[in-house]
């Protein structure tokens, strides 16, 4: 059980993470394959029970640190969610030694 959650939170951000303009529920979902598996949001009508799923899944994400942001009133149809990668990663670690701070080289 807990490995299907931890499937559906990583397709979430992947979703997420590969869309630079807020998206839908419908169109988040059909990244998702946990809330595909009922049928109702290939026939363009998510179910209650995956939409309280959503719900829960980006509760769980805000409450870890996922800054998942809502455009628009919860639960409603038009409703969009966003994940600015630049405030999800974490930033450059540097290491502390006797010798003095290390900061490594940035990629590009």
Do not use: N
């Not at 805000?62 to 800054?67: A, H, K, S, Y």
């Not at 969009?80 to 003095?100: D, K, N, Q």
């Amino acid at each position: 059980m807990a490995s299907s959650k931890l499937q559906r939170w990583i397709d979430l951000l992947a979703v997420l993470l590969e869309h630079r303009s807020p998206l839908t529920f419908l169109d988040l979902a059909r990244g998702v394959p946990a809330y595909m598996a009922d049928g109702s949001v290939a026939a363009g009508m998510a179910s209650d029970t995956v939409k309280r799923m959503f719900e829960r899944d980006k509760d769980e994400l805000r409450e870890q640190g996922v800054p998942i942001d809502t455009i628009g009133e919860r639960g409603d149809e038009a409703s969009a969610y966003t994940l600015r990668a630049r405030e999800f990663y974490l930033p450059y670690l540097c290491l502390v030694s006797a010798r003095g701070v290390h900061h490594p080289t940035k990629v590009t």
